[in-house]
């Protein structure tokens, strides 16, 4: 009679499955943290007549660096995260998180400050047309501002939060995230109906609400990855930041000239002035060091 196999020690195969639905839940939640505030907030916005569609143009724009930038980056830096974290290699792992935070803040520092001075243009040029006035323009502006103030926390989530995932810890950012829908919800909806009873546009409110509310988040899983020694930030990415800074305000300089002075640069600029911005702010960040060559192409390597 043939030798009985022995018994494996191992967990059953099935209980990886589980395991990794443990982690997958609370991840995607925290994941979902920014468009469960944008929900909550349409929501508030359905009480004041053409809020929603305000809200939504805005929205629209202050996405675009989040989704190419933030998101782009967190994917990108989460494996590099995963073989340092299992290695226990602190080095790497740090000089990960310096490179993507440093990146993604090159990149959003300058889409932030161009939001924030030309809102209302930026609106006008993209989404004005058939029952789209100008006049909705100016509104859905104003929301865009305070949006645009919130831009580098929105990014800063989605790479910060890798540092926990890496370490198969994604029941943090989910508390985290789940936080920053509580002070959303209440400041969004306090700040609505406050401003409306003294005869201000309240959706403005919902989105200083959700901005603070990114910051909120940012906040928290920043002083967590420091306090739990997962992370502290090298000098090379404050210098990078600084740097990204400069630039920054040379290139809200060069837009800010060309916004008051529309009437003389109208017909050579008419359909450039963003490329035109977006030119002035790549010189200004080569020449302050803020994005260097060889970064970008072992950003492209990788």
């Given at each position: 009679m043939g030798r009985q196999p022995a018994e494996s020690t191992s967990e059953p195969d099935w209980l990886a499955p589980h395991d990794s639905l443990k982690l997958a839940i609370p991840g995607t939640i925290a994941a979902s943290g920014t468009q469960i505030n944008i929900i909550v907030s349409q929501s508030l916005a359905s009480f004041e007549v053409g809020a929603k569609s305000w809200l939504y143009a805005a929205d629209r724009l202050y996405q675009l660096p989040l989704g190419l930038v933030g998101v782009a980056v967190g994917v990108a830096i989460l494996p590099r995260l995963s073989r340092a974290a299992r290695a226990s290699d602190d080095g790497s792992s740090r000089q990960t998180m310096d490179e993507g935070i440093?990146?993604?803040?090159?990149?959003?520092?300058?889409?932030?400050?161009?939001?924030?001075?030309?809102?209302?243009?930026?609106?006008?040029?993209?989404?004005?047309?058939?029952?789209?006035?100008?006049?909705?323009?100016?509104?859905?502006?104003?929301?865009?501002?305070?949006?645009?103030?919130?831009?580098?926390?929105?990014?800063?989530?989605?790479?910060?939060?890798?540092?926990?995932?890496?370490?198969?810890?994604?029941?943090?950012?989910?508390?985290?995230?789940?936080?920053?829908?509580?002070?959303?919800?209440?400041?969004?909806?306090?700040?609505?109906?406050?401003?409306?009873?003294?005869?201000?546009?309240?959706?403005?409110?919902?989105?200083?609400?959700?901005?603070?509310?990114?910051?909120?988040?940012?906040?928290?899983?920043?002083?967590?990855?420091?306090?739990?020694?997962?992370?502290?930030?090298?000098?090379?990415?404050?210098?990078?930041?600084?740097?990204?800074?400069?630039?920054t305000a040379i290139m809200s300089g060069a837009v800010w000239f060309m916004l008051e002075n529309l009437t003389l640069i109208r017909a050579e600029l008419w359909n450039s002035r963003i490329v035109s911005a977006a030119a002035i702010y790549a010189i200004a960040a080569l020449l302050t060091g803020a994005i260097r060559i060889s970064d970008i192409r072992q950003a492209l390597r990788r």
């Open positions: 440093g990146l993604a803040l090159a990149l959003t520092l300058p889409a932030a400050a161009a939001l924030m001075i030309a809102p209302v243009f930026l609106i006008d040029a993209f989404f004005t047309r058939g029952e789209f006035l100008p006049s909705d323009a100016t509104m859905s502006g104003n929301a865009l501002f305070h949006f645009a103030w919130g831009v580098p926390a929105f990014v800063l989530i989605k790479v910060l939060a890798p540092a926990f995932f890496a370490r198969e810890d994604t029941r943090t950012p989910m508390r985290f995230a789940l936080i920053s829908v509580v002070v959303n919800t209440a400041l969004g909806a306090g700040l609505f109906f406050w401003m409306k009873s003294n005869g201000q546009a309240g959706f403005i409110g919902l989105a200083i609400a959700t901005s603070i509310a990114a910051w909120v988040n940012t906040a928290l899983l920043a002083l967590t990855l420091m306090r739990r020694g997962w992370y502290v930030p090298g000098a090379r990415l404050v210098s990078g930041v600084v740097r990204a800074a400069v630039a």
